[in-house]
Every structure is written in C-alpha cells, then in structure tokens.
C-alpha cells in the first residue's frame, strides 16, 4: 500500500515558538493532503484539506494563521504551528488522498505528538 | 448534535469472542463508509469500506451498513489479541472524511 511518512515523530517545544511537522507521501504522489488533530481518547478531527499549488481550506473553527499550511510538491505538505501554547499540545496526523475508480482513499502518516511546555 | 456518533467503549472481549462496534450518522448525503484501525501512537489504517446497504465480508470481518436506519456496524468474528486497538468508523462525502470517537477494543488471550 501507499506510504506516508511524517517527519518529526515527537517535538516537545516551549511556549510561544514555532514548530513545523513534515508529511511525505513517499511511493506516490498526492494532490490532496488532509491534517488532523488528535486528543486522547478522542477522534480525529479535520484541521484543514491542502491542495498542490493552492491555499488550504481550513475547517471552521481553525485559525488558519496560527496553522499554515504549505502544499510545495505533490510529496509534501507541512504545518506549521506558530506560536505554540500549552493548548496546542495534540497529535497532528496527516493523510495523503490517492483517487482511484472505484474510492478516494486516505492514507495516513504515523502521526507527530506535539508537547507545548 | 454530531454527524456521525459510535459507542465510545472500550470493549474487553476474550479471545474468540465476536466483536460487535456501531456507529449511527445524521447526514444522508455520505456516500461511503469506512472502518479504520489504529494502534496507539499511530496513524489509522483502512480495514474495510463500502458505499451501498448489506453486509461486506473480508476474511473475519463483516462490514453491515443500513442506509435507512443510518447505521453501520464492524463485526469481528473469532476476535484475537492481535485486533486490540481502535476502531474508528468514518463516512465520506466525496474527498472529505468525519470520523466516529473511536472504541478501544481489548481481545484477553
């Protein structure tokens, strides 16, 4: 199956900086990518949809300034959480969107745990 | 109210146990429905989706959707220890996916 990698695993970072998580699709190309949020013990909720070469869609509710969100290649995608606060603390999952005839499946990266201290 | 809702858990079941996980929607324009797996600390992997009513069986697991009623269920028959984990039912409207809370299943060898 597809492979999409995410790049870093884990980032525990203080408050108020910037981190930036990679996603990679790395067998295949990608026009669409998805980023999620994770609490524990809850699902999966959809940040934002990033498309090659355009802006990315954010979901209501998610302020697109503190996530940007950067479609370069038909590879990669990035988030970037700017100005980090404890409440940002999560698990960012990203999914990369190979269209087929028959479905339009997701296939997701392992996730980066994001602490803010 | 949420678009799409799935019994919370978590599940503890003995080893060969059949596993029975639900989840009901609001929005009948999704079009297909989806199981996902994931193990702790990782990202969801697809086991098994379908866009039409009745039941769709892969090996020991039974996909049932009931368009009507708005409900789809995952059975999981001779259940292992191998399948603990979260399953997560999510349903799609063209590219975009709402996901169910997830249940957290336990298999006891």
């Known amino acids: 199956g597809a492979v999409v990698s995410q790049h870093p695993s884990w980032v525990i970072c203080k408050s108020g900086t910037s981190v930036k998580i990679e996603c990679r699709s790395l067998?295949?190309?990608?026009?669409?990518m998805f980023w999620y949020r994770q609490f524990p013990k809850q699902s999966l909720m959809l940040m934002a949809t990033s498309n090659e070469g355009s802006k990315a869609t954010y979901e209501q509710g998610v302020e697109k300034d503190k996530f940007l969100i950067n479609h370069a290649s038909l590879t990669l995608s990035t988030l970037t959480v700017t100005s980090a606060h404890p409440e940002d603390s999560s698990f960012y999952i990203c999914?990369?969107?190979?269209?087929?005839?028959?479905?339009?499946?997701?296939?997701f990266g392992p996730g980066t745990r994001l602490t803010v201290l | 109210q949420k678009e799409v809702e799935q019994d919370p858990g978590p599940l503890s079941v003995p080893e060969g146990a059949i596993v029975s996980l639900n989840c009901t929607y609001s929005n009948s324009a999704f079009q297909y429905f989806m199981w996902y797996r994931q193990y702790s600390r990782k990202g969801p992997e697809l086991l098994m989706y379908?866009?039409?009513?009745g039941n769709k069986e892969d090996g020991r697991f039974t996909a049932q959707v009931d368009k009507s009623s708005k409900y789809i269920s995952l059975f999981i028959r001779d259940s292992q220890p191998s399948d603990s984990a979260t399953y997560l039912c999510?349903?799609?409207?063209?590219?975009?996916?709402?996901f169910g809370e997830g249940t957290q299943l336990t298999v006891n060898p």
């Open positions: 999510a349903i799609g409207d063209g590219s975009r996916l709402t």
């Open positions: 999914s990369a969107e190979v269209r087929t005839r028959a479905l339009n499946e997701q296939f």
């Open positions: 379908t866009y039409s009513s």
């Open positions: 067998d295949f190309q990608a026009t669409t």
